[in-house]
Nanobody
Framework: QVQLLESGGGLVQAGGSLRLSCAAS????????MAWFRQAPGKEREFIAR???????????TYADSVKGRFTISTDNAKNTVYLQMNSLKPEDTAVYYC??????????????????WGQGTQVTVSS
């Protein structure tokens, strides 16, 4: 079983930055895919970014068009923590942000149904 714990959410003004962290524990994998999703009130949970690694090649990353160029997903060297650096935040970025994990795949996994493990979420609020 994999446990995921998000942190780093909060209130920020438009144009500001936040960095979210997702710490993985329990049964972790040397090769894996981890992702960030978000869910705003009354909306579906949507894909934000994913990072995949297999220990043999460079990490693979994919971003939603809505955050491309503003958000960056990365991991620490031990691959136990995944980060989401969020810059140039907009009020429409306000949502609960969730971390998710699944086994490694080169093909981008952007549907929430693709992911096996989820964190509890962290609230991000961007004021105008």
């Amino acid at each position: 079983q994999v446990q995921l714990l998000e942190s780093g959410g909060g209130l920020v003004q438009a144009g500001g930055s936040l960095r979210l962290s997702c710490a993985a524990s329990g049964r972790t994998f040397s090769s894996s895919t981890m992702a960030w999703f978000r869910q705003a009130p009354g909306k579906e949970r949507e894909f934000i970014a994913r990072i995949s690694w297999n220990g043999r090649t460079a990490d693979y990353t994919t971003y939603a068009d809505s955050v491309k160029g503003r958000f960056t997903i990365s991991t620490d060297n031990a691959k136990n923590t995944v980060y989401l650096q969020m810059n140039s935040l907009k009020p429409e970025d306000t949502a609960v942000y969730y971390c998710a994990a699944k086994p490694f795949a080169v093909v981008p996994a952007t549907a929430k149904e693709d992911y096996n493990y989820w964190g509890q979420g962290t609230q991000v609020t961007v004021s105008s």
